[in-house]
């Protein structure tokens, strides 16, 4: 394959770079970088870490289930992950008899590994530069044309990329707009779970320590990919063999100091770091309060019913999980940026922009127009977060708000019978799957509590029309008891939760009674009163918002030639590096920059649902049975250390190298005092918690008794 010789322009180019920022191309590093990195203390070369033609690292490095990252560790495809980016598998294979989730899993050979339905894995190929081809078929289009056309020309790239070789392709936007990258990847789906701790272990925390540091928790789960005997990708088979990857990671065990080089791989998802100040004030004052206003009621209705029955907790313990885990983040990310004033140092560098772009017609005018497309959307942003945070947080009415689907076909002239039958298969697929991971005493008080909400907090203009006539029915309006009643009385009628009415309407389906459902009325008068009345202003002010941030990144480009930049995340494979450091985070505080399994203990709590422990984790405690896991300098297993380096959601799971590149560690969270980090990264404060190795072999070895796994390791 001939090396591919991307843009000049966007090595060379203007960043807001300092210290340890910079979620870097790896294919792209540049000599600049690249000699950073050597002068941080990496051991290895440009070729080692991507090539095109060899085998490197970024060939052990993977897209895990579409949302995380995980590394190949053996000859055999066993993959590391985090524990809460195999927590769907793990809950799904659980039940109250086989509680994976609750005691953890180990197979101990290859016959014990469970089927991970519905999972996947993918590789990274190769990256194409297609700009030049992009700009052209988009000169001279802006908004929706230009959004159109890149759909069209995006599908046309995609397919002549990947016709006949069985892989899939994205076309993805660098520097917002100003770059287009071809990422070509090979998928996998027979993915196995190996092993993973008690949730005790693996969870150790909860939400109290989520994005704290010190952090005590074993975030780690195994699993394995297979291929056809053939070697390619296929669907589940019992005659498929463990995957033979090109490369696979050494494991260290040898330790780390203060002050060592770390270096982590992985799929970044979002940041946002040119974000405009009107976009940051927005944020701040509307946006995450509002989220974390609604996530806070759904959590706490949703543990009222998951406290008291072990069964009702595993069924909602993915979905609790997901929302509490960036619960938190938004409320911290708000706190950060009003912390450091965020929004003061983004006008100040605007205004600086904006004394550059006098007199340049093309960049000149471009702050009045973000001034403008702000406030026309403002008014709306608390409606839209309602919906998605509040009315459809709820399982029944996301579920219900599917059904649309079924009304468009019941409605249709003339009625197409084939698309009847597969729509009315689809959503009695999509209503059992909902049915195994719902709750519906504690949906029902969601619903109570956010249509609520949702009438007290909403400009009652956007209310729909007539709905909350029909609740006033129930009573007072600004009575809570009112919502209850009326949710109360959903959940009671409906079809949807009536296995009877249910088979009776998908053999009969009418679009009367679909209608009349109370479950359905209340999901389709929410969404259509925004579709028709507001969506359109959300359209127009990402479209319009979309060009404005391409001009003034280009904008920000030739007013600083000559700087490295890096582009904002996007789920696309990137690398960081920087030291295992410890931190002062405030005045006359000191955060070391370990913690280890002695703290683990400090924190137990007996029978406490987020610090409770396994029996047999405390008992090879007290035994100081180590093994070859032990911190030498410290007599003591290392659970989790900290890092300076720069990442963000996506990076779960992402390996930590060393200098020389074996693994010594899982990235999982970021610290509390940074959480700005997706607009702003602070240079001081910014810390990546990170599951050391030792302690994710310690569980698998001492605790699993899984030794079969460690044998297959490479350990340093």
Not at 489 to 513: G, I, V, Y
Not at 554 to 559: D, E, F, L, N, P
Not at 630 to 655: C, H, M, R
Not at 682 to 705: A, E, F, S
Request: with cysteine; charged share 25%; proline share 3%.
């Amino acid at each position: 394959m001939k090396k591919r010789i991307l843009s000049l322009f966007f090595v060379l180019v203007f960043s807001f770079a300092r210290a340890d920022e910079g979620m870097w191309l790896v294919y792209l590093l540049g000599e600049q970088v690249y000699n950073d990195m050597v002068k941080r203390g990496l051991k290895l070369s440009k070729e080692q870490l991507y090539s095109i033609n060899k085998v490197s690292i970024k060939d052990a490095i993977i897209i895990f289930n579409g949302g995380c990252t995980g590394e190949i560790v053996s000859p055999e495809g066993l993959i590391f992950t985090n524990h809460h980016c195999g927590y769907d598998a793990i809950a799904s294979a659980s039940s109250v008899e086989h509680n994976y989730l609750r005691d953890g899993f180990y197979a101990k050979s290859k016959t014990e590994e469970i089927p991970a339905k519905g999972m996947f894995v993918q590789f990274l190929v190769r990256i194409d530069d297609v700009t030049a081809q992009v700009d052209e078929a988009l000169k001279g289009l802006t908004g929706m044309e230009s959004a159109t056309k890149l759909r069209a020309v995006s599908a046309e790239i995609v397919k002549k990329a990947t016709d006949g070789t069985g892989y899939e392709a994205r076309l993805v936007p660098m520097f917002k707009g100003n770059q287009h990258l071809l990422f070509v990847y090979e998928r996998f789906r027979d993915i196995r779970l190996v092993g993973a701790p008690a949730e005790s272990v693996g969870k150790f925390g909860g939400d109290t320590d989520n994005w704290e540091w010190p952090r005590h928790t074993g975030d780690f789960s195994v699993f394995r990919v297979y291929m056809s005997k053939e070697g390619k990708a296929a669907e589940y088979s019992a005659d498929n063999v463990p995957l033979k990857p090109k490369y696979f990671l050494p494991v260290s065990i040898k330790g780390f100091n203060d002050g060592d080089y770390a270096m982590i791989y992985g799929y970044p998802g979002s940041t946002n770091r040119y974000e405009t100040s009107f976009g940051v004030k927005l944020k701040t004052n509307v946006e995450n309060p509002a989220i974390v206003n609604l996530r806070d009621i759904r959590l706490k209705l949703m543990f009222e019913e998951m406290r008291k029955d072990p069964a009702v907790r595993l069924r909602l313990a993915s979905n609790y999980a997901s929302v509490a885990n960036y619960w938190k983040f938004f409320d911290g990310e708000a706190k950060q940026l009003l912390k450091f004033d965020t929004y003061g140092q983004k006008k100040k560098e605007e205004e600086k922009f904006n004394t550059w772009a006098k007199g340049k017609p093309e960049y000149e005018n471009i702050f009045k127009q973000y001034e403008k497309i702000y406030q026309d959307w403002a008014p709306y942003t608390k409606h839209r977060i309602y919906l998605n945070e509040g009315i459809f947080g709820s399982p029944l009415i996301a579920f219900s708000a599917s059904l649309g689907a079924m009304e468009r076909a019941l409605t249709k002239k003339p009625i197409n019978a084939d698309e009847l039958q597969k729509v009315s298969e689809s959503l009695d697929k999509a209503r059992k799957t909902f049915l195994e991971s719902s709750n519906h005493a504690s949906d029902q008080k969601i619903v109570a509590a956010t249509s609520h909400y949702f009438h007290r907090d909403i400009d009652p203009s956007q209310h729909p029309t007539g709905f909350y006539g029909i609740v006033s029915a129930y009573g007072d309006l600004n009575d809570e008891a009112t919502y209850k009643k009326y949710a109360a009385d959903l959940f009671s009628k409906t079809m949807l939760l009536d296995d009877t009415k249910w088979s009776a309407f998908l053999a009969k389906p009418d679009s009367t009674t679909l209608q009349k459902d109370m479950a359905y009325q209340y999901s389709s008068t929410f969404s259509k009163n925004y579709a028709t009345k507001y969506a359109s202003y959300a359209t127009n002010f990402t479209l319009q918002n979309n060009d404005l941030g391409k001009a003034y990144l280009k904008g920000v480009i030739a007013m600083n030639p000559g700087k490295v930049m890096y582009p904002d995340a996007n789920f696309t494979m990137r690398t960081s590096f920087g030291n295992v450091k410890s931190y002062h985070p405030r005045d006359a505080v000191f955060y070391d920059y370990v913690c280890t399994l002695s703290g683990v203990m400090e924190k137990y709590k007996p029978g406490d649902y987020e610090f409770d422990l396994p029996a047999n984790l405390i008992e090879a405690y007290n035994k100081k049975d180590f093994g070859q896991y032990k911190d030498a300098k410290l007599n003591d297993i290392v659970v989790a250390f900290i890092t300076t380096n720069d990442i963000t959601g996506g990076n779960s799971g992402s390996p930590v190298l060393n200098a020389k590149g074996e693994l010594i560690g899982l990235a999982f969270d970021g610290n509390y005092e940074a959480l700005s980090h997706k607009i702003a990264f602070d240079k001081d404060l910014n810390r990546t918690i990170c599951v050391d190795v030792r302690y994710v072999l310690w569980c698998i070895d001492k605790l699993g008794g899984a030794k079969n796994i460690i044998q297959e390791l490479t350990l340093k």
